[in-house]
């Protein structure tokens, strides 16, 4: 009696033979998932199966992407020049209202060296030199449990983590 299922092809996995143990076990050994194929087909298949057939992408080619589409929306609804970082001394750039780099939406990074009150250009030790610094001053158990303290040491923790993870700390 036919309990155990077998596969009846490489492209038809979801179609069964069905055999009883000793037969199954015997169909089991011979058959070959990768026969009729070349060296080459078997080594492609394997490369797609480690990414489950889903197409990928070279690092950091979606960030590009990402940050190239958020500068053709900004430029395209006027907010700033964003192909030069923002118009300089707050002139019209002929890209939207005003041009000034205050219409611009700013990076994480940006906000999380405004939060750290750093401008650029730094290194990630003044980054950390400059945490610690904020974490002792800021920290509730030297405030006294103050909440606009702990709430201030809350967003200089979330901006040191996001320089962390650009600057690679």
Not at 71 to 98: K, P, S, T, V
Not at 134 to 157: F, M
């Amino acid at each position: 009696m036919g309990e155990y299922r077998a596969p009846k092809g490489r492209e038809r996995l979801n179609e069964y033979f069905w055999f009883c143990l000793n037969h199954v076990r015997e169909y089991n050994k011979a058959w070959d998932y990768y026969a009729g194929m070349s060296e080459r087909q078997i080594e492609q298949h394997l490369r797609s199966d480690a990414t489950w057939q889903r197409p990928t992408w070279p690092m950091g080619f979606w960030k590009t992407r990402e940050r190239t589409m958020h500068d053709e929306a900004m430029r395209q609804y006027g907010f700033h020049d964003a192909g030069e970082g923002g118009a300089r001394n707050g002139a019209h750039d002929g890209h939207g209202a005003n041009g000034s780099a205050a219409n611009r939406m700013r990076t994480p990074e940006e906000e999380a060296l405004s939060v750290l009150d750093l401008a650029p250009p730094v290194d990630f030790s003044q980054i950390k030199a400059r945490y610690r610094e904020l974490a002792k001053i800021h920290h509730p158990d030297i405030n006294g449990g103050d909440k606009v303290a702990e709430e201030t040491l809350k967003r200089i923790n979330q901006a040191y983590t996001t320089l962390k993870a650009s600057y690679g700390g």
